[in-house]
T-cell receptor, first 114, second 114 residues
Framework: NAGVTQTPKFQVLKTGQSMTLQCAQDMNHEYMSWYRQDPGMGLRLIHYSVGAGITDQGEVPNGYNVSRSTTEDFPLRLLSAAPSQTSVYFC?????????????FGSGTRLTVV | GNSVTQMEGPVTLSEEAFLTINCTYTATGYPSLFWYVQYPGEGLQLLLKATKADDKGSNKGFEATYRKETTSFHLEKGSVQVSDSAVYFCALRTFSGGYNKLIFGAGTRLAVHP
């Protein structure tokens, strides 16, 4: 049971480049979400999904797109990278809203935009 | 709005010392409360939770009690170990802006020395 797998672990992009951060879970969880972690700010929700085919914006969605074609995968796309998107990105999943089982987090992707 | 405030770190303790990390929250309604822990180089892990007032969450020797009257959820451990060195995040789950979301505090780094 791999849990939540994120790739890549590290990435350096040039301003204006695009890329996709991958997230996959093998626990058949309906709820998946993407957070960014910045120093002194905790984690902030970017996008989330309550099931295959259903996504919605969180509190900091600008500059990011998501899709959920399968229960397992929830990729995050950076359309045109900016230095302000330098951060550590975490994908999380849960079988419910997070009350009973909490969220399972991946190990993160550290992104630097130069 | 909904928010979580944690004591600033880092917190530095000797092994076997008593630990308290303060957490207070602002929320409408009755949010569920969580403590997550992040070990170096890893994603966040659920440490403990409480879903209603006066509930006590506990795990691995850590405890926290949901205090509605003081809107607090302080984390305590009677005797810390070097292996407890990590960053601890207090969080609340609420329904806000049309979706369920976790709101995290900024995190408190704990360093335990032998």
């Amino acid at each position: 049971n791999a849990g939540v797998t994120q790739t890549p672990k590290f990435q350096v992009l040039k301003t204006g480049q695009s890329m996709t951060l991958q997230c996959a879970q093998d626990m058949n969880h309906e709820y998946m979400s993407w957070y960014r972690q910045d120093p002194g700010m905790g984690l902030r929700l970017i996008h989330y999904s309550v099931g295959a085919g259903i996504t919605d914006q969180g509190e900091v969605p600008n500059g990011y797109n998501v899709s959920r074609s399968t229960t397992e995968d929830f990729p995050l796309r950076l359309l045109s990278a900016a230095p302000s998107q330098t951060s550590v990105y975490f994908c999380a999943s849960s079988p419910d809203r997070g009350d009973v089982y909490g969220y399972t987090f991946g190990s993160g992707t550290r992104l630097t935009v130069v | 709005g909904n928010s979580v405030t944690q004591m600033e770190g880092p917190v530095t303790l000797s092994e076997e010392a008593f630990l308290t990390i303060n957490c207070t929250y602002t929320a409408t309604g009755y949010p569920s409360l969580f403590w997550y822990v992040q070990y170096p180089g890893e994603g966040l892990q659920l440490l403990l939770k409480a879903t209603k007032a006066d509930d006590k969450g506990s795990n691995k020797g850590f405890e926290a009690t949901y205090r509605k009257e003081t809107t607090s959820f302080h984390l305590e451990k009677g005797s810390v170990q070097v292996s407890d060195s990590a960053v601890y995040f207090c969080a609340l789950r609420t329904f806000s802006g049309g979706y369920n979301k976790l709101i995290f505090g900024a995190g408190t780094r704990l360093a335990v020395h032998p």
